[in-house]
């Protein structure tokens, strides 16, 4: 099976900008609460959305991509919640990597019921891209409890939803379903930092970061979004799960951090994996 040139394209550059968005993120959160950085870099996006909208007229799409559009706005950030509770509480090296793997190999389910089974050299390529997301959010630990696995399903379940949800929004248009993901993220992200009585405010000097950050997840977004729209929703979504590799190279390149040898197979295999998807 040959697949078209531009929905391969779409999904590695959701890989990309998601994995730089997280980058500007964990900058700013440096300084400034991670919450309140991902509620400014929303506001920010949301308005930028309402004008890209207002400049392209893009019809008003109907209900049903609204109500999904919002439900990936609910779930995104509750999977986020639920990911940062599990590094929080466990292990890194198991959370990390075990929530990027269900997430991506949860739309590859939803993609062999709805669209059918990709060839055999696509599905090879699945199976090493999440070999890849383990190895570059350096997994592999060998010392943990089920217990520990609990809460990075969860958020990896949640992210899956988030690729499942955010396709069917975007079936009819693209800006206005991103705009009901801000809605409801914002919205309930605001709500969260009430309850736990959290000031959103950002220190002035990680405001470019945050604003960056904001940029990019929404760039993501649409690019993802076009991904699953022109191709297959299992392809774009592994695809743009080889985020962290974009993160972890930008540390190296930016900061001087070092990428260890598991890493470096990761990314290895990243490549690997998006030859076999693209041919």
């Known amino acids: 099976m040959t697949l078209g040139i531009l929905p391969i394209a779409l999904g590695l550059t959701a890989a990309l900008v998601w994995g730089a ?7 700013a959160s440096k300084r400034t609460r991670p919450l309140s950085v991902v509620i400014v870099a929303h506001l920010f996006s949301m308005a930028l959305l309402l004008g890209v909208a207002l400049v ?21 950030p509750a999977g986020l919640v639920l990911l940062y509770q599990a590094l929080a509480s466990g292990k890194m090296s198991v959370a990390a990597p075990v929530s990027g793997v269900v997430g991506a190999a949860l739309p590859v389910v939803f993609g ?18 999440m070999a890849a997301i383990w190895l570059v959010s350096e997994g592999g630990s060998a010392h943990f409890r089920l217990a520990d696995l609990r809460l990075p399903v969860l958020a990896g ?56 950050s904001g940029l990019l997840d929404t760039l993501g977004n649409a690019a993802y979004a076009l991904a699953a729209q022109t191709g297959r929703v299992d392809i ?40 076999l998807i693209t041919v």
């Open 21 to 27: 968005g997280d980058f500007s993120g964990g900058i």
């Open 56 to 76: 392209l007229r893009e019809p008003l799409p109907s209900l049903r991509a609204w109500l999904w559009g919002g439900l990936a706005g609910l779930i995104g």
């Open 157 to 212: 379940l949640a992210f899956g939803f988030f690729f499942i949800a955010l396709h069917l929004a975007g079936d009819e248009s693209v800006i206005y379903p991103l705009i009901a993901v801000r809605i409801v993220s914002i919205t309930s992200l605001s709500l969260f930092a009430l309850l736990l009585r959290q000031p959103v405010k950002v220190a002035r000097e990680t405001w470019i970061p945050v604003l960056m």
């Open 112 to 129: 062999a019921f709805t669209q059918g089974l990709p060839s055999f050299g696509v599905l090879l390529g699945f199976a090493l891209a």
């Open 236 to 275: 774009a979504a592994v695809l743009g799960s080889l985020y962290p590799g974009t993160t972890v190279l930008l540390a190296w390149i930016l900061l001087k951090e070092r990428i260890n040898r598991q890493q470096m197979v990761g990314i290895a295999a990243a490549l690997a994996a998006i030859v």
